[in-house]
C-alpha cells in the first residue's frame, strides 16, 4: 500500500507524484483522491507567473516559425498585427526571453568524419508534410518533407541517449523522461533543471527517387 | 505582466460581441472568430488548467500538461476558426495529452476527459459544479470521522499533525483514518453514475 500513500501524500503536499505498479484498487483510490483534492478552493487557478511564462514560450516559437517562412502567409500577417497591437510590456518581455540564459542550445548538423550516403526510403514515400522514421545502424532518425524542401533530424534525445517516438506526426517524444523536440529539433519541452540541447540535424538529399542521409561510413 | 493579464484577459475577444443577456459573466460565442492568437490563449489557458487540475490533482503536472496542450495546437491552429472550432480542438487535444501522461506515468488511465461532457462546463467555468457535486455527495456518503479527515485534509489543507489535533486523536491514528476513508470514498466514486473518470 506504500505506493498510493506516497502518491496521495504527494497530492496533498503540491508535489508531483512518483510513478507505482497500479492495481485496480489503487486506481480507484488514486481517482477519489484527485477529486477531492482538485476540490479545494482556489486549487483550479493557475499560478499568474506559469501564465506569463508560457505566453511568453508561445509567443517566442511563433516568432521563430515567422522567421524560418520569408514569405509571410495571411495568417502571419494576421498574427503579427495582434503582436504589434499588444503593447510595450509583451514586447520587453519576449526580448528578454529571446535573450535570457535559457534558450536551447543549437543542435548543429552532424558530419562524421567519413560518411557516405545511406539509402532510407523511396522518395515517393515521402510525400510533402509526410515523415517517415529510419534506422541506418550507426545513426537513427526521422526524414521529413516541408515546403518541398527535405529535412533529416536525430531521433536520439540529448538528455540521455533514449529513443525518441514520433507523436502526432509532428513532434518527437522521449519515451524515458516526456522531453518534446519540434521536428526541426527545437526543444519543445522538458522538465529537467537545466538547459536540454537541440537534436542535431542531420544532411539529407535525394537522388535517383531515393531519400539519402549523410551518415558515418 | 501581472497587470497586463489581467488588463487583457477580458478585451481579448472579439471586438462586438454583444452582451450576455442573462447578465451573467461575458462568455465568447461559439460561432465568433478570435481577434488574434493572444486572445486563444488568455481566454483558455485558465481553463485548460482548471481541467489538468482536475484530472491530475497536482501543479506541476497540471502545468506542464497545460503547457503541452497550447503547444501542440500553437502551428496548426487557424485563427479564422470559430470560437467553437477552437475549444473543440483544445479540448481533443488536452484529452490525447492526458491519455498520454497517464500512459508514460502509471501505465494506465487513471483519469479521462470526455470531450462532450466536459464542454458544457468549458464553456461556463463559473458553472462548473459537477466535481463539487461528486465529492459533496461522496462526503456525505462517509460516516463523520472519515468525512472530517478528508475534509481537513484534502479541503482544508491540514497537516497530518494539526489534522490530529483538530480530531483530538493521534498522528498514527489519523493516518490510518485517511486511509480508510479514502478507501471508501474510491468505492462511492467508483459506484457514482456521475464520476466521469
Known sequence: MKGPRRFVESLLRGRRPRRFPVDDTDADILRAAIELRAARPGSGTPNEEFVVGLYQRLAQERREEAERRPVATRRQIVLGGALAATGVAVGVAIDRTLAGPGAPAGGGTLIPDAGVWHPVVAAAELPEGAVRAFDAGSVNGFVYRSGGRLRAISGTCTHQGCRLGLEAGMRLRCPCHRALFALDGRVLHHRFPGPLPALPRIAVRQADGVVQVYISA | MRRWIQSR??????????????????????????????????????????????????????????????????????????????????????????????????????????????????????????????VERVLAALPVRYRRVLELRFLRACSIGETAAELQTSVGNVKVLQHRALRLAAEIVRDDPDAAG
Open chain 2, 9 to 134: 484577459h477580458k478585451p481579448s475577444g472579439p471586438a462586438d460581441r454583444p452582451q450576455h443577456e442573462t447578465g451573467a459573466p461575458l462568455h465568447l460565442v461559439q460561432g465568433e472568430t478570435y481577434a488574434s492568437w493572444e486572445a486563444i490563449y488568455l481566454d483558455n489557458v485558465h481553463r485548460i488548467y482548471r481541467l489538468m487540475f482536475s484530472k491530475v490533482g497536482n501543479r506541476p503536472d497540471a502545468e506542464d500538461l497545460t503547457a503541452e496542450v497550447f503547444l501542440t495546437v500553437l502551428r496548426p491552429l487557424r485563427t479564422t476558426a470559430t470560437v467553437g472550432e477552437v475549444r473543440a480542438y483544445l479540448l481533443t487535444t488536452a484529452r490525447t495529452v492526458l491519455a498520454a501522461h497517464w500512459r508514460h506515468t502509471l501505465g494506465r488511465e487513471i483519469t479521462a476527459i470526455d470531450v462532450e461532457q466536459v464542454a458544457t462546463e468549458y464553456d461556463h467555468p463559473a458553472e462548473n459544479t459537477r466535481s463539487a457535486q461528486l
